[in-house]
């Protein structure tokens, strides 16, 4: 039977829940299950306000519209991201500059963000690549030092920790997602974390298209209307009953996938060692939240030749982002660096096949057969 790369998993009261939102009469936003939901993010991982949105995009929107990033302003982030890390930023006029990963872990290189900070730059975005925290220790204090606001796009993030303090709970605002191929789903969907009180009270406007409607429902002000810019950022109570199955569910969710991913690991260490192929790394300062497990092939001919052996045995493995430095959008506005690190992850990394009802066993017993 051919194994694919992800496939979403369902815990079975998604459709009761959504039946329940339906009969409670009220399925636009920020009714009963969006309420569960984003109690349920504050208290667990002590996020200072959880706003549900309809998308990761969606929250990074908004982080960088309550950055009141303008144009030319400069955000740094890495340049092995998802495309929407940068878009949030660009809509705003925004001139990103690509900072280069690890040469041993696809996250940004915090040693080398201060050469890259100037009087223009306003913020930094940081990637949790495979739910693995970025070295937010010397973030947070260069941040500091040159007063600069910290986004977390910690898409891929949740439930995981750094030094104890779970992920999107330490720069100033943070964003995760909800799609289909992440760890809880609700199709599309995501959530803005902020922990800055600076930024709440505008958040919630941001989210409620520009008016004070929230302030209003909670009794602060007797009337609501338009106070600033926003958008439509809120999901319907129909998403939110669907994430409420999932997070009933998060504990078992995460420890399944924790299991293929060090099954994986246990696994393929001496085929890896075989072949010249790195593992991905058990995360020593971080927590695992078994979001991605990844290898890094010696060479891009070597990941097309295992990709060509995994299809031969029905299973899907895929390769993950292209450079956004030297995307067709952005390379004639990139600075000209060479991020060397970045250009390797994109050749050379590959992605295993990670969901609930995984069978391992088979992917490891056909890779294992595979010598290159
Ligand atoms: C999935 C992902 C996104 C986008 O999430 P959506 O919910 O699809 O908008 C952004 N950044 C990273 C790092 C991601 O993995």
Redo the contacts with the bound molecule.
């Keep these: 039977m051919k194994i694919g790369f992800n496939k979403p998993y369902l815990t079975g009261q998604e459709t009761h829940y959504i039946e329940d939102a339906v009969k409670r009469g009220k399925i636009s936003g920020n009714g009963y299950y969006t309420k569960l939901c984003q109690d349920y993010f504050e208290n667990t991982f002590g996020f200072k306000k959880a706003l549900l949105t309809t ?6 929107e908004m982080c960088a519209m309550l950055a009141n990033i303008k144009q030319g302003d400069e955000v740094i982030m890495p340049s092995f ?5 940068a878009i949030a930023f660009i809509r705003q006029g925004a001139n990103i500059v690509f900072a280069d990963s690890y040469s041993n872990n696809p996250n940004i290189d915090a040693t080398k963000i201060e050469t890259l900070i100037t009087s223009k730059t306003k913020a930094i975005v940081v ?3 495979a739910g693995v925290s970025c070295d937010m220790d010397t973030i947070m204090s260069i941040a500091s030092r040159y007063n600069l606001i910290v986004i977390e ?1 910690a ?2 993030a949740i439930s995981s920790k750094y030094k104890g303090k779970p992920l999107g709970s330490i720069g100033h605002m943070a ?5 289909e ?2 760890n809880i789903i609700s199709g ?3 959530l803005l974390t902020i922990n800055d009180d600076r930024f709440i009270n505008r958040a919630e406007i941001i989210w409620e298209k520009g008016t004070n409607r929230a302030e209003f429902f909670r009794g602060e002000v007797n009337k609501y209307g338009w106070v600033d810019t926003g958008s439509s950022f809120l999901p319907s109570e129909i998403i939110s009953a669907f994430l409420w199955a999932q997070i009933e569910n998060i504990d078992d969710i995460q420890n399944k996938r924790l299991a293929h991913w060090h099954y994986y690991h246990n696994h393929l260490n001496q085929w890896a060692n075989d072949n010249q192929i790195k593992i991905m790394p058990i995360p020593e300062k971080e927590t695992n939240n078994g979001h991605i497990f990844y290898l890094v092939c010696n060479s891009e001919q070597q990941r097309s030749d295992l990709i060509k052996h995994l299809k031969m045995c029905d299973i899907d493995a895929v390769f993950h982002y292209l450079s956004l430095h030297a995307s067709d959008y952005y390379k004639d506005r990139h600075d000209g660096r060479v991020l060397l690190n970045s250009d390797k992850f994109a050749n050379q990394l590959l992605r295993l096949p990670m969901f609930y009802e995984l069978d391992v066993e088979c992917v490891v017993n056909n890779i294992i057969t595979f010598n290159g």
């Design positions: 998308s990761c995009t969606d929250a990074l991201t998802f495309v929407s890390t990637v949790h690549y796009d898409a891929q964003a995760f997602s909800f799609h191929t992440k599309e969907g995501g």
